[in-house]
T-cell receptor, first 115, second 112 residues
Framework: AQSVTQLGSHVSVSEGALVLLRCNYS??????LFWYVQYPNQGLQLLLK??????LVKGINGFEAEFKKSETSFHLTKPSAHMSDAAEYFC?????????????FGTGTRLLVSP | SQTIHQWPATLVQPVGSPLSLECTVE??????LYWYRQAAGRGLQLLFY??????ISSEVPQNLSASRPQDRQFILSSKKLLLSDSGFYLC???????????FGQGTRLTVV
């Protein structure tokens, strides 16, 4: 079975600072990994996804994530935070489970950006 | 790409009343469909998934049920709501293992 762990329910950064949101996964099969962003009272929007191609994945809004199999990690980064990045971020893992694709989410990390 | 329509956006219901949330999908056929619930300060909990018409699986025993009467329609229901059913409900669609999920805008349900 797949699972993800997101370390830190809240992360606070200053505008212009590096953003680092942590995600570790567990999967018995090669995983597909995703990062989603959620703005208040909205659905989730895909930021980026890893599907066994390049280990460094670039997404929208300047975000990127690196798949590290040895560390079972898929941390999300952005070199310079912007006020508009304040939102909740979810890491997710996907894989076939008894013939059905199951998408499992972490508990989320709320990113706070201060001026 | 797929578009997920979900309604209503917000709903306030008394304890013991019935519930029906509807989700429809555009832009794809025979999708895998999902209902998630997001409680305040918590992650997304998978409630139900469906791989086809009338094929529903439940992840967590609870006060809710789901139905899929048409290929691109997924309904979440309850006969009698509990206070603990309050939350943000999201419908999602996946087209394949390596593809991302597309989400509706969600329904904020408050049971009073």
């Amino acid at each position: 079975a797949q699972s993800v762990t997101q370390l830190g329910s809240h992360v606070s950064v200053s505008e212009g600072a590096l953003v680092l949101l942590r995600c570790n996964y567990s999967s018995s099969v090669p995983p597909y990994l995703f990062w989603y962003v959620q703005y208040p009272n909205q659905g989730l929007q895909l930021l980026l996804k890893y599907t066994s191609a390049a280990t460094l994945v670039k997404g929208i809004n300047g975000f990127e994530a690196e798949f590290k199999k040895s560390e079972t990690s898929f941390h999300l980064t952005k070199p310079s935070a912007h006020m508009s990045d304040a939102a909740e971020y979810f890491c997710a893992v996907s894989g076939l489970n008894t013939g059905f694709q199951k998408l499992v989410f972490g508990t989320g990390t709320r990113l706070l950006v201060s001026p | 790409s797929q578009t997920i329509h979900q309604w209503p956006a917000t709903l306030v219901q008394p304890v013991g009343s019935p519930l029906s949330l509807e989700c429809t999908v555009e832009g794809t056929s025979n999708p895998n469909l999902y209902w998630y619930r997001q409680a305040a300060g918590r992650g997304l909990q998978l409630l139900f998934y469906s791989i086809g018409i009338d094929q529903i699986s439940s992840e967590v025993p609870q006060n809710l049920s789901a139905s899929r009467p048409q290929d691109r329609q997924f309904i979440l229901s309850s006969k009698k709501l509990l206070l603990s059913d309050s939350g943000f409900y999201l419908c999602a669609c996946l087209g394949g293992v390596a593809t991302e999920a597309f989400f509706g805008q969600g329904t904020r349900l408050t049971v009073v």
